[in-house]
């Protein structure tokens, strides 16, 4: 924890600009002067302290003017947590934290809140807009819902997953985003780098949601991700963990949870202005889905939780240099049922103090939406002595469900051995979909749009002719049901595959499946990970509705809360599959040596044995044997035969008898052969002699 | 004599009788194969199809093309466009379910077409081999019966060969490069220039080994076709010149007394205008085909390119998957240097010395190309097997026949298996699938080196036969 005289100094060195400080410390100093003057003078000392206190307050407005003059260029940062009781006895904290850099033209080099490793990323990779999220856990769509802003931008694939649009010239779109790779792995110790390949990301066209062809997508579904991790995101704040929202943050408790994604959306504003660069809003999400203890005996009773439960902290003042720091419980389906006719003037304890719940503080404020309830709290008033603990007590057992989306996506592969196999998707519908069919009709049909979007690695090798889509179980023909489908084909070792494709579903759809054959890669063995045979990962597919959006719709005028203008904001709806884990074979990694003799073996015997053959000369070899045995046999056999070749001349020299050259010539050549048999069985001992070995 | 001469036209009545009912019987074979192919899923073994013939990612290219994307996007397709647009829309017409029903009609023919050819080449032959052993004395009278018909032999070689029949039902399209390269030694074999250069250009065109064969096809359209090395004529005449006999006299002695062969530049000329023509040809409609997309050079990275770097390291029955799956990545270029070289090595030794019989000098390149292809199936195998049994006359006394016989048998058996164990059942491992496609390599190896000396002494024999022949009329 911070003492007092700490946030002091934060206090002066950070929200004071060097321009107000002088001011400052010449108002100090006028003032001085002017008193001694005063003093010199030998005025009435009440008169002296009278004109004193004018000119101070004088000098002290002039200063507060040019503070307030600066407040709109001002950096401004809020944090917020909003809590949220889960329907399967879970809770749901969303910790959201947005900081803004207004346009400056100073090019963002002074900075007072905004992290200036962020601001200096913008503008040397000149990025448009940024996601980067780590996430730990699979966000469950039944329960968790998956028609809300929340789910719709905070449930994260797996891993590590990164999307980036830049302000360059498209040339130098894909050197930016190896920088920027770069950059976050440091700057977040991840292994983000390895989105650097070009093989590990790819370009979408429209699959993704946003349009543009200088978007950059890339994901790492195998990164572990853990406090590492979390400490630089930290670090990005003005108070860091110390204090205000982001002191709930304790790591056993975090990392406990089911689910837990950590997101940093960066934008930049344009200012509009000229002369002005960009702003830039940067916005810090942390969800957690947590577990709280349940202390209760009845099983069917929410589990009552609070904050220091929860986290086992409290929240102890607010972060100083936040503009706003509010916590928020958003009550989904039957308390709000209830509640819809209470009028919020005169029975307001109701709301948070009725027969079912308790909440164990007195909300500042109620905002009603359609489905929901959402109690605000500013945590102004909590100190030391009075820290925020904000817990609700189940009193009755209750039940509700949250919004899903119209299509429930789950993927899976099909076949087996490490040879080819399938990738399916299948969307199945959910009970919200009756509900929102209604909405899109075209062409006087009722259909919902799904858009899939798929990166395939390179070593699964897809045959995009085998597509087939299967409509509640009777497999269409794809002009029927495919509207748009974009597909860039993955080269081995170069890119990644990706496919993005429309469909385009009769609403009244229980259930359409895509499925798609592939053929398994076979790598070279520096490519395979240290732990080769648990798998390659194939990141999640993304499913997104075009039609469908997710918002919540206030009835109350809403304060400026930046986590509650997001939520207003309609959302594309969108889910992220499970991501899939294919096994590739294996080469023996202990045998290169042994590979790459073995085949050299093969090869010297081809060469030799038939090179062998073609400059052999049967007739050289036999006189030269002749010789040796007359050698043997005596002189004057040899003399004599030398002497009749001599007499008969050279080309009768070569017609001995028959029956003697055609034995030794036989026996040559079984010589030979057999020595190519010696050859050829060494070979195999060799061979099945290592086998052998290595299986041991 | 005329007893004699009555029954050898009766036998050589029923021999093509009977030739056609076991080409029939092969066909038969075949559509019954074809009629129920998922249960024997050949097209996606290893053996049978490789990145370069298969079925399926020619399927794919053409669905790509259809997208209106390079059929060479990606890294499936890495045939000929001309391949492509011929066989890619009977790819995409289903008929009772079975997707590629058409396609294997195709290959079917081409399998058909290829024995036929085979013949044709099989009958020049064996009527070279019978004139020259008459002009040589080793046979008496020109319907000896030790004259095997070869090409008969041959094209049921090719028919029923296991390999060739795999690779038919399996959907690769070696079919149809050994179509090409089979039509080109038809065409060199019965003087048909422009056919040979045709056959030739398709051949590389579809897979680029072939080239390699330009060598032969101008030395029989040079030299003529296969026959015992020219010295043993010029003994035979000095011989008849002793005895001024003038009864028998060889052509070739006759036209040219020195000891060099004519070589016939005219026609080699004339072959090669026709082979410039032909790749021109297919250069302008492979450019007219890929115009939309990467042109020409793209075509060529993407499928000699491919051959040559040996991108792919999936599994096949040759050794260079394994081994550049493992070398280290420093060594690659230097191995993939020296294994291509160790083709090109041997070309000129083996055209030195089997200059004489340019026909098996073509079967013993195609033989060397499907040990040393980087991406070799059986379909290759079938191939150089079925050229092979045309030299049934000159290669009787082979050695270890039965040894390689054995030896083919049984690395087509345990290849399927060691490919289950390792890839299905995991029980195995890679050097499992490895040591199978080594051992195939040592038996294709011996077998060549067998053929080569076994041709080779066939040569020697017949020169001895002759100088015993001319001791004893001595």
């Keep these: 924890m911070c003492k007092p005289d700490q946030y002091h100094s934060l206090y002066k060195h950070h929200f004071l600009s060097p321009e107000l400080r002088d001011l400052l410390r010449n108002a100090r100093s006028a003032v001085i002067q002017v008193s001694d003057r005063l003093r010199r003078f030998s005025l009435d000392p009440i008169m002296a302290r009278l004109v004193l206190s004018l000119i101070t307050l004088l000098i002290l407005q002039s200063v507060w003017v040019t503070i307030a003059f600066e407040s709109k260029h001002v950096e401004e940062f809020s944090e917020e947590l909003l809590l949220k009781p889960l329907p399967d006895r879970k809770v749901l904290a969303h910790f959201h934290f947005e900081n803004r850099a207004p346009p400056s033209n100073s090019h963002g080099r002074h900075h007072h809140l905004f992290p200036k490793a962020i601001s200096q990323l913008v503008q040397k990779f000149r990025v448009k807009e940024m996601e980067l999220s780590f996430t730990q856990g699979r966000w469950n769509h039944e329960h968790w819902g998956g028609f809300d802003p929340l789910s719709s931008m905070n449930a994260k694939p797996v891993g590590v997953e990164l999307w980036a649009e830049f302000d360059v010239p498209q040339s130098q779109v894909d050197t930016s985003w190896k920088n920027l790779t770069h950059a976050l792995s440091g700057l977040f110790c991840a292994s983000i780098n390895f989105l650097e390949s070009s093989t590990s990301y790819a370009a979408p ?89 349940s202390i209760s005996g009845e099983a069917n009773i929410q589990p009552s939780w609070s904050l220091s439960s929860l986290f086992g902290r409290n929240i102890v003042g607010r972060c100083v240099l936040a503009k706003s720091s509010n916590v928020y419980l958003q009550l989904e389906g039957l308390p709000s049922h209830e509640l819809k006719n209470v009028d919020p003037e005169t029975e307001a304890d109701k709301f948070w103090k009725n027969a079912e719940f308790e909440l164990s503080l007195k909300p500042d404020r109620i905002l009603r939406e359609i489905n929901s309830f959402l109690y605000m709290f500013d945590i102004d008033k909590s100190s030391d002595r009075e820290p925020f603990d904000l817990g609700l007590t189940w009193k009755l057992p209750s039940k509700w469900s949250c919004q899903q989306a119209p299509l ?252 003697t050259e055609s034995q030794t010539e036989v026996q040559s050549s079984v010589f030979s052969s057999k020595l190519l048999f010696k050859i050829i069985l060494v070979a195999g001992a060799a061979a099945a002699w290592q086998y052998f070995s290595t299986d041991k | 004599m005329t007893k004699d001469g009555g029954e050898m036209a009766e036998e050589q009545k029923k021999k093509p009788c009977r030739f056609w009912i076991w080409a029939l019987a092969s066909v038969v074979f075949r559509l019954i194969l074809i009629s129920f192919p998922g249960n024997l899923n050949l097209s996606s073994r290893p053996e049978v199809s490789t990145p370069l013939t298969s079925i399926r990612r020619l399927a794919e290219g053409y669905w790509l093309k259809q997208a209106s994307m390079s059929p060479y996007a990606g890294s499936m397709y890495h045939g000929s466009p ?61 319907r000896d019966k030790g004259i095997l018909p070869c090409g008969d032999i041959a094209a049921l070689v ?30 060199a074999v019965t003087r048909r220039v422009p056919l040979a250069a045709f056959g030739l250009v398709m051949a590389t065109q579809l897979s680029l080994y072939p080239a390699t064969l330009t060598i032969p096809i101008i030395f029989i359209l040079g030299y003529g076709l296969d026959a015992p090395p020219l010295k043993l004529f010029l003994q035979i005449r000095s011989v008849e010149k002793e005895d001024t006999s003038t009864s028998a006299v060889s052509k070739q002695a006759k036209l040219k007394p020195n000891t060099r062969l004519p070589f016939l530049w005219k026609t080699v000329v004339h072959f090669v205008f026709w082979v410039l023509l032909w790749s021109l040809y297919l250069l302008v409609l492979c450019g007219l085909s890929l115009s939309k997309y990467g042109g020409l050079e793209e075509m060529f990275t993407r499928t000699y390119g491919f051959i040559l770097s040996i991108e792919d390291l999936s599994p096949n029955i040759g050794v260079f998957w394994y081994f550049f799956a493992e070398v280290f990545d420093f060594f690659r270029n230097f191995f993939l240097i020296v294994f291509h070289v160790n083709i090109l090595f041997l070309l000129l030794p083996l055209a030195i010395r089997l200059k004489h019989r340019p026909c098996f000098l073509a079967f013993i390149y195609l033989a060397i190309c499907s040990i040393l292809k980087s991406y070799p199936s059986v379909g290759d195998a079938a191939l150089y097997l079925s050229l092979w049994s045309l030299f049934v006359n000159e290669l009787t006394d082979m050695k270890f026949s039965y040894f390689l016989f054995c030896g083919y048998l049984g690395i087509s058996l345990l290849s399927p298996v060691m490919h289950n164990l390792w890839i299905w059942r995991g029980t195995g491992n890679a050097n499992f699938y490895f040591g199978n496609a080594i051992g195939y390599a040592c038996f294709q190896i011996v077998f060549v080196v067998e053929s080569v000396s076994a041709m080779l002494n066939h040569d020697r024999s017949l020169r001895k036969s002759n100088s015993n022949h001319r001791e004893v009329e001595n």
């Excluded at chain 1, 543009?212 to 579904?221: E, F, Q, V």
């Excluded at chain 1, 002369?275 to 830039?280: M, P, T, V």
């Excluded at chain 2, 890619?88 to 050819?117: E, N």
């Design chain 1, 205 to 293: 066209t429209w699959g993704f949601g946003v349009n543009s062809d200088k978007l950059r997508y890339g994901s790492l579904p195998r990164e572990a991700v853990c406090t590492e991790n979390l400490t630089p995101w930290l670090k990005l704040l003005p108070c860091r963990d110390r204090d205000g929202i982001s002191a709930l943050m304790n790591r056993p408790s975090v990392y406990r949870g089911f689910y837990h994604s950590q997101r940093l959306h960066l934008s930049t504003v344009e200012s509009g202005e000229e002369g002005l660069g960009s702003g830039i809003m940067l916005e810090q999400t942390l969800t957690v889905v947590l577990q709280p203890d």
């Design chain 1, 408 to 659: 429930h996506s789950t993927r899976f592969l099909m076949g087996s051995g490490n040879e080819r196999g399938a990738i399916a998707i299948l969307l199945k519908a959910t009970e919200s979909q009756e509900k929102l069919s209604g909405e899109d009709l075209t062409n006087g049909r009722c259909t919902i749009k799904a858009n899939i979007f798929q990166i395939f690695p390179w070593y699964v090798k897809v045959y995009y002719h085998t597509l087939q889509i299967f409509v509640d179980q009777q497999q269409k023909p794809g002009s029927e049901v495919l509207k748009k489908i974009n597909v860039s084909p993955s080269t081995d070792k170069v890119s990644s595959g990706m496919m993005e494709m429309m469909l385009e579903l009769p609403c009244e759809v229980k259930s359409a499946a895509i499925s798609i054959e592939y053929d398994k890669g076979f790598l070279h063995i520096d490519e395979y990970p240290p732990d080769a045979n648990q798998g390659f990962d194939i990141p999640s597919a993304l499913i997104s509705f075009p039609n469908h959006h997710a918002s919540l719709d206030f009835k109350e005028e809403l304060s400026k809360s930046p986590l509650l203008s997001k939520f207003k904001e309609k959302s594309l709806v969108r889910s992220y599959t499970e991501v899939l884990l294919v096994p590739l074979t294996t080469p023996d990694f202990s045998m290169p040596y042994n590979v790459i003799t073995i085949t050299c073996t093969v090869f010297a015997l081809y060469f030799g044995s038939l090179l062998n053959v073609l400059r052999r000369r049967i007739g050289e070899e036999e006189r030269y044997l002749k010789s040796q045995a007359g050698k043997r046999t005596g002189k004057l056999k040899q003399l004599l035969s030398r002497l009749k070749a001599k007499i008969r001349g050279r080309p009768i020299e070569e017609a001995p008898s028959s029956s």
């Design chain 2, 82 to 142: 001309l391949l492509l647009s011929v066989l890619g829309p009977l790819t995409v017409q289903r008929i009772k379910g079975h997707s590629f029903l058409l396609c294997s009609l195709v290959f079917v023919i081409a399998d058909v077409l290829s024995a036929m050819l085979l013949r044709g080449i099989g009958q020049k032959l064996q009527m070279a081999y019978g004139l020259n052993a008459r002009l040589l004395g080793v046979l008496k009278s020109s």
């Design chain 2, 158 to 187: 090719y028919l029923w060969n296991p390999f060739t029949i795999v690779s038919c039902v399996g959907l690769s399209t070696s079919p149809i490069e050994n179509l090409a390269v089979i039509l080109s030694l038809y065409g």
